[in-house]
């Protein structure tokens, strides 16, 4: 293996261990909310002041790991990386600001039910996730 | 963007992900320029020149570019 192919194979060491802490972060989340969820629900719903303030404080952490690593993410990806998440990022944002005016001004003639945001969303990240995919296809 | 990344390279008897590595961007960006889906940055363009120790327009020049 060339020199050149050991520093590539480094990159891409690096690459990933971000991309796999990334995803643990999204675990951690995940896992947490839905404990979350359990626990609460077994309580009948009921929230003391000292969970909203754990909870609190555990949403901030997971805000701050998530930019953080997302920074480390630019910070180490070449050009043609960024450019991928650059399109991604615009294509899911037209997604977002056209279905959403779209959805409420139908709902405004009574043709619909009223946007429901968290649809929204999901169809803008997976229309952002298609758009970076297919531009990895195009130069994989 | 035309280039002729893709004939230097094999000169030397390189893989994309050597040429990734010796300009520390992946291999998936080497194939990407060479195919001439993605214009290199200027910083990018000179390192490539630097390290074929060839001026920037012997390896670019004007043509069809898809940005």
């Known amino acids: ?140 | 963007m035309e280039n002729r990344l893709r004939v230097l390279r094999a000169e030397r008897g390189w893989s994309q992900a050597e040429l990734g590595g010796r300009l520390g961007v992946s291999r998936q960006a080497v194939n990407a320029v060479e195919t001439g889906k993605h214009d290199p940055s200027l910083p990018l363009a000179f390192k490539i020149a630097r390290l074929f120790e060839l001026p920037i327009e012997d390896i670019f020049s004007e043509g069809n570019s898809n940005g």
């Open chain 1, 1 to 140: 293996m060339g020199e050149g192919e050991q520093l590539h194979a480094q990159r891409r060491r690096r690459f990933w261990m971000i991309l796999a802490g990334l995803a643990m972060i999204g675990a951690v989340a995940g896992f947490f909310s839905g404990f979350w969820a359990g626990f609460t629900d077994a309580r009948g719903g009921e929230i003391t002041s000292q969970m909203q303030a754990l909870a609190a404080i555990g949403i901030g952490l997971l805000a701050l790991a998530a930019a953080y690593g997302s920074w480390k993410f630019f910070v180490s990806v070449d050009e043609v990386e960024v450019a991928d998440n650059l399109w991604g990022s615009l294509i899911g944002f037209y997604a977002y600001a056209i279905s959403f005016p779209a959805w409420w001004a139908l709902w405004k003639i009574r043709l619909t039910s009223p946007p429901d945001h968290w649809l929204i969303y999901g169809f803008a990240m997976l229309t952002a996730m298609a758009a970076y995919a297919n531009r990895k296809w195009q130069s994989r």
